[in-house]
């Protein structure tokens, strides 16, 4: 998912839609926005679809009046999947005794359904599937009197990853889990501050950069001025490696890195451990782009779009339903055949999930005369669900949870396939020296099962690590 959030500029729900835009490659089901005014209070409209299909309307646009809003951009990781409801979609409204407050949760938290029994055996009534309305029902319970420090109350019982921005009548509020897991970004903008998931949706209000929220920090941001709390014990953090693989978009800065340049660099060193005599590197977009332009770089052979997406279709990745996601490829992406006849081609992806995307590819190129496809994947294999807010599906939907790289090889019908090694993607975001197998720098469960949060409920439910 994907969350925004400004403060002091006129009109602030038409800046937190541009950003909600930016940010549409986060979440694509649904999105919402909440601001509050003097004269109506808090204001809030929830959408299915696009931003661009929904919150460029003026009609509705009129209806989010004030100079404080927030909002967030949906894909189903947690609740309902598939038969979205409008009462899943964010920001969430809760009324306490002091005021209200809105939340847009980017994240999972994994002892959400361990929290909710609690809380409906307390009296608590959901509205909701999602993990997230937790939040606003540990707030309502909890004793403290100033809705800041009921919400740092709340998150202390929360356990998992949470990028959150927030609003009271007058304060936006920005908070990171102690990990870090998911981004979360503070900018300016003449008087004004914004809280975005990522840089580039700072870009397109023009605010500017001013820093990342720290892991385990709440910045609470009030007549212009920002405050700094540390409302949870200290730890060393683990973000999502993920994100700079595929996640976050390019043109983004995670931690001081350019995403892109993560990317290219990925490329580079997977042409170093994976190198292939070949004619072509080509692309799976837009995901395996910037990787293929670094291979095609370090190796030398030419990079070249052998596959062309049709700019209209929404991530595959992001479509809930298996069946709308094996129609997708082949209304998005579509062979060059002129370029790939004859040819062998390495063809670069960020990664192999259930592998029914790169099936299709493989079949669409040999249909096309491809000599030869070799298949380099610029992350190691996916073998474990991630459970911080990535829909990965379940283990044994995962290709690499149960096939060795020369099983998938034969399975994928690619004449070779090699993915990056944890090392190679560890020096790519800037570790020279590799993983810290000791202490890990980033997440990496989903490649490694090395869960830095033990997800409580699933493990409940039966999953084994
Ligand atoms: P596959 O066909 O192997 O399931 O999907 C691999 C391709 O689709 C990659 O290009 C990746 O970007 C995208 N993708 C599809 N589904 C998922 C998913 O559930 N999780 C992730 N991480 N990527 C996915
Ligand atoms: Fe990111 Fe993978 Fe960790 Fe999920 S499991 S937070 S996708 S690195
Ligand atoms: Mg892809």
Redesign the pocket.
């Given at each position: 998912c994907g969350v925004f959030g400004v403060t002091g500029m006129a009109e602030a729900a038409n800046f937190v839609a541009l950003g909600l835009h930016a940010l549409q490659h986060r979440g694509q089901e649904a999105g919402g926005i909440v601001s509050h005014d003097l004269a109506h209070g808090f204001n809030s409209a929830r959408r299915f679809g696009y931003v661009r299909d929904n919150f460029t309307k003026q009609s509705l646009m009129d209806t989010l009046p004030g100079s404080l809003a927030i909002g967030h951009v949906r894909y189903s990781t947690a609740g309902s999947k598939g038969h979205a409801q409008i009462r899943d979609v964010q920001p969430f409204f809760g009324e306490f005794s002091m005021g209200g407050a809105a939340i847009a949760h980017n994240g999972n938290i994994v002892n959400a359904e361990a929290l909710r029994r609690e809380l409906i055996a307390a009296g608590s009534i959901f509205q909701s599937s999602s993990d997230s309305e937790c939040i606003i029902h540990l707030m309502a319970r909890s004793l403290q009197r100033r809705v800041v420090e009921r919400m740092q109350d709340a998150l202390r019982r929360v356990d998992g990853a949470f990028s959150i921005v927030a609003m009271t009548r007058t304060k936006l509020i920005g908070v990171r889990d102690p990990l870090g897991v998911r981004p979360l970004v503070l900018g300016r903008l003449g008087d004004g501050w914004a809280l975005s998931s990522e840089t580039c949706a700072l870009d397109i209000i023009g605010a500017e950069f001013v820093r990342e929220i720290e892991p385990g920090e709440m910045v609470v941001i009030e007549d212009g001025e920002v405050l700094s709390h540390r409302p949870f014990a200290p730890q060393k953090p683990r973000f999502c490696i993920?994100e700079h693989v595929?996640f976050s978009r390019p043109d983004s800065i995670l931690g001081g890195r350019s995403v892109y340049e993560t990317r290219r660099q990925i490329g580079v060193e997977l042409a170093r451990e994976a190198p292939v005599e070949a004619d072509l590197v080509c692309p799976?977009p837009d995901?395996?782009t910037p990787a293929a332009i670094g291979y095609g770089q370090e190796s030398g052979i030419p990079y070249a779009m052998g596959i062309i997406r049709n700019q209209y279709m929404g991530r595959?990745?992001i479509e809930p339903t298996e069946q709308i996601?094996n129609m997708g490829v082949r209304l998005k992406l579509n062979v060059n055949r002129a370029l790939i006849r004859g040819k062998r081609i390495v063809l670069v992806?960020?990664?192999?999930?259930?592998?029914?995307?790169?099936i299709k590819i493989r079949e669409m190129l040999l249909d096309a005369g491809a000599a030869a496809v070799h298949f380099r994947i610029a992350s190691p294999p996916?073998a474990w669900p991630c459970f911080y807010g990535?829909?990965?599906?379940e283990r044994e939907k995962l290709?690499a949870a149960s096939m060795s790289e020369d099983e998938m090889c034969a399975h994928l019908g690619v004449d070779s396939l090699r993915f990056i090694s944890l090392d190679g993607l560890y020096r790519a975001v800037g570790e020279a020296t590799g993983r810290d197998n000791a202490s890990p720098q980033y997440c990496d469960a989903c490649f490694s099962g090395d869960y830095p949060v033990a997800p409580s409920d699933r493990i409940a439910q039966g999953f084994r690590l």
């Open positions: 993920f595929y799976v995901s395996g595959t990745f996601r992806d960020d990664s192999v999930v259930r592998g029914t995307t790169s996916t990535v829909d990965t599906p290709l």
